[in-house]
């Protein structure tokens, strides 16, 4: 399954909305979809899985949504820690494929 | 806290060999799935290997089949990844990885360890 993310760059200020969207080439087997944020220099962190639920230690800004072909990762609020990037990841079938990914940087 | 820390990694001639470790810690290691997950600019995340629980089933991607090979020690909580005939397509940073629960894959990733970096360049 081929991922593809929008944007490739999202220019936003503290303090704003974000929405990133993951749409996939075929339908994702039971919404088995994940969503990661990247810093630089570091590890992906795992922030939503089965394409809704938080995972542990992640902040309520942050929430996930969708089914089938397309996923949405919004960030209500964003703080200055939330300026990075961020992958989907399909897990419904093998192998697992992850997007290009969406970079939120700072207007 | 679970902890990934991957090592091994450096510069390689084509064609040559490395052996990557990651050493697991605050989790029940033998009771996890265990992959390797590279990262490049030019194809970004690529899943590359995985290990079942107790080491009898392992499965590649296929451009590292026949290459790579996937194992683990459950006494030392150790997952490793041997290289051989490496090829400029395969240097990327390498992040060894937990699947964010026990059972049988596919699924997500939770955590990764800090990644170590292959590069393949004579």
């Known amino acids: 399954i081929v991922l593809t993310q929008s944007p490739g760059t999202l220019s936003l200020s503290p303090g704003e909305g974000a929405t990133l969207s993951c749409r996939a080439s075929q339908s994702v087997s039971t919404s088995r979809l994940a969503w990661y944020q990247q810093k630089p220099g570091q590890a992906p962190r795992l922030l939503i899985y089965?394409?809704?639920s938080r995972a542990t230690g992640i902040p309520d800004r942050f929430s996930g949504s969708g089914s089938g072909t397309d996923f949405t990762l919004t960030i209500s609020r964003l703080e200055p820690e939330d300026f990075a990037v961020y992958y989907c990841q399909q897990y419904g079938s093998s192998p697992v494929t992850f997007g290009p990914g969406t970079k939120v940087d700072i207007k | 806290e679970v902890q990934l820390v991957e090592s091994g990694g450096g510069l390689v001639q084509p064609g040559g060999s490395l052996r990557l470790s990651c050493a697991a810690s605050g989790f029940t290691f033998s009771s996890y799935w265990m992959s390797w997950v590279r990262q490049t600019p030019g194809k970004g995340l690529e899943w590359v290997a995985n290990?079942?629980?107790?080491?009898?089933?392992?499965y590649y991607v296929d451009s590292v089949k026949g290459r790579f090979t996937i194992s683990r020690d459950n006494v030392d909580n150790s997952l490793y990844l041997q290289m051989n005939s490496l090829r400029a397509e395969d240097a990327a940073v390498y992040y060894c990885?937990?699947?964010?629960?026990?059972?049988?894959?596919?699924?997500?990733?939770?955590?990764w360890g800090q990644g170590t970096l292959v590069t393949v360049s004579s």
């Open positions: 990885a937990k699947y964010g629960v026990a059972g049988r894959p596919p699924y997500c990733f939770d955590p």
């Open positions: 290990i079942k629980e107790d080491g009898s089933e392992k």
């Open positions: 089965d394409a809704s």
